[in-house]
């Protein structure tokens, strides 16, 4: 019998505008529109293939060489909404295979280290989701499919564009107008960077989908945030990302960050997530740009103490004079730059900035970070004639 | 000539709802009402003698040995108005000497190490303005008094009072009604006790008065705290303590450090006190009160990353057992416990905590500790004979 497959890759993406908080756990629906930066496949992506046949007996899935459940109530959902949408496509054309009656075998992988403990489950449910909608050759538009990515992980809406990219909370009940927008495609600023510096962790953090809940039930700051800060700033930055105003973007981004965060200390019990050596970094970069009287990075933090710096393509040489001077011993430098461009930000950083700079560098601050993974802003995601399954077994290869 | 000498003690206290924000600089007037609790001097204090004589040249000063400057702004606020009250009580009786035109000699000392980054302005400036309206036979109204300290350092006016202290902020532009007045005194709930935890910090902190106003103008999360989050919460802590209800007490201490240390983080750019350490002394309270499934301590942090917790007597056993077995290797332990009360503690640890704690313990977190300081609930400022000034010579002994 015949076996069907399609596969795609999906970005990772990190938010500019924090997403923290749902009001509607099953469907993901969350308290507070938010906005991220798609980051390049290059560096960080799924790539999931996924197949189908009448002959199959189960789902199945197998994450990173692993079998993994597919039992879970998100995935279960994401399945079930995708294989609604084939039934429908079937009913209009009867010589379509019932695919929707079929089980479906997955296979995933991420070009990036799980202990990095990047979020991965917003390139993962991305993949699946459109990798499936290929399969299953469903009307193809983006903003409908990430409603779809968004039951499984709220944040793989945002990961189904491109770009610069809005998740629109909507207002109704069914989440039927909470969707992934695109706010400015990738070539409109093309020259965004992200420098990932990977900390190292002592624990585990609290779960972000327990930790949003814990902030919406007991943070008296929380409702001030999703009310009134967040919905201007919402259109403060995709504003800023129209005009292409860094300045603008990169403060917006550090204030929502530390916002965010804000809200999770005031939670009672706090959480935190971000600890001495996040702490080093946010002043770092405050120190950084006040040396060059200029806004040139701008950090975020998610719900880990991983930072991740943006800046522009043309502030490279100002701003790696100073982090690759700081974490110039951990790995990552190799992957983006030549030994001659690292030695042009160590002249940079001996003869430009050591005569000049007024405050003191933490020479242990690298120790706290594991590695650096040097990316920038990329494309939603693609199609690909890698495949993950064998095309004869169903089964990975 | 003659020369007139005055002396007295004051208390450290550590707020339990936070001041952090003046709506006017000059008169030191606060954003929000404030509860502190007093603390006890025999650990804790500050001696101030002073002195005056016709004879005198110049107003001076000698702190913990080293002459200091007078020339502060807000000093200068203190003095004039102490010597405008002692002008107006001259004016009243003919016989009186004439103080309010001669220059004062000041020398004061504190019974703690100023390397602890306990916040000792409070003390000095209460005991300053003490000493000096007992000088001046100033008539007795603490209430009054404290609204020249708080002209010195805003949280001074609560070490006008012992036990349960309250900094109603009052709303009028001259300060007239912004002052300090009891809640409850000492003896109204005698068993808060106090261990302060003196966390080393690997760089200076923001000094509070700029630290505070950065967040008045940068935070956007602020002026919920201080609008909405705050009065509740005033309200809530005086019944709480008219209660003795110290699981309510403590509920709303750690929220409002918590509360307070968020519009810091929410200032732009951030300002952080807390650090790791600090942090997991905050995780392992809470696992404290988990195990015991009650509420046994409280933790506040000011505007450092000192811990002080709170606590009563009746579970000083059961919370020991945690803290000195976490913190055995820090000194203070023998300033208040004998060899035997500590091994207590290490049985109590053994037989009924260790058998049944579910987490783990930071076994490395002491060395973040420099010392333990164990104190509790005081009185106000005392009367003392012991003098700080040669009352011959005008000059400190």
Redesign the interface.
């Known amino acids: 019998m015949s076996i069907y497959t399609a596969s795609t890759t999906a970005p990772v993406n990190i938010a500019t505008l924090k997403y923290w908080g749902k009001r509607d756990k099953t469907l993901n629906l969350p308290t507070n529109s938010s906005i991220s930066v798609t980051l390049a496949q290059e560096d960080l992506r799924t790539l999931t293939s996924v197949a189908t046949s009448e002959s199959f007996s189960q789902d199945q899935l197998w994450l990173n060489g692993q079998p993994e459940s597919l039992q879970g109530e998100r995935t279960q959902h994401c399945l079930q909404d995708l294989r609604n949408l084939r039934a429908r496509v079937e009913a209009q054309d009867s010589n379509l295979p019932r695919m929707s009656q079929w089980k479906l075998h997955i296979v995933s992988e991420n070009n990036f280290p799980t202990a990095a403990g990047l979020a991965s489950s917003a390139a993962g449910f991305a993949a699946l989701v459109m990798a499936i909608a290929k399969l299953y050759q469903l009307p193809d538009s983006h903003s409908e499919i990430s409603k779809i990515a968004r039951k499984g992980s709220g944040s793989a809406c945002r990961s189904l564009f491109g770009g610069y990219v809005a998740w629109e909370m909507g207002s109704e009940s069914d989440g039927s107008d909470s969707k992934a927008v695109e706010v400015a495609p990738q070539s409109h600023w093309p020259e965004m960077k992200a420098a990932i510096l990977v900390v190292s962790a002592d624990r585990k953090d609290t779960p972000s989908t327990s930790g949003m809940q814990h902030t919406v039930a007991t943070s008296?700051?929380f409702?001030?945030?999703i009310h009134?800060?967040v919905p201007k700033r919402f259109e403060e930055m995709k504003q800023a990302i129209q005009d292409r105003d860094f300045t603008r973007f990169a403060?917006l981004t550090?204030?929502d960050s530390?916002?965010f965060?804000?809200?999770c200390?005031?939670?009672?019990?706090?959480i935190?997530y971000m600890?001495?050596t996040s702490?080093k970094i946010?002043?770092l970069c405050?120190q950084i740009n006040a040396f060059y009287d200029e806004t040139i990075v701008a950090y975020t933090f998610d719900a880990g103490p991983n930072a991740v710096l943006y800046y522009l393509q043309e502030n490279e040489a100002k701003l790696m004079a100073f982090v690759h001077h700081v974490f110039q011993k951990n790995s990552g430098w190799e992957t983006k730059f030549s030994q001659g461009d690292l030695e042009k930000f160590s002249d940079f950083f001996k003869t430009r900035v050591a005569p000049e700079v007024a405050f003191e560098f933490d020479e242990e601050l690298y120790k706290g970070v594991s590695r650096v993974i040097l990316t920038q802003v990329g494309p939603g995601p693609l199609d690909t004639t890698e495949c993950l399954i064998n095309k004869s077994t169903g089964y990975p290869n």
Do not use: G, I, Y
């Open positions: 008296d700051l409702q001030e945030r009134n800060v403060e550090m204030r530390n916002s965060h804000a809200t200390l005031d939670s009672f019990p706090p935190f600890n001495d702490r946010v002043k405050h």
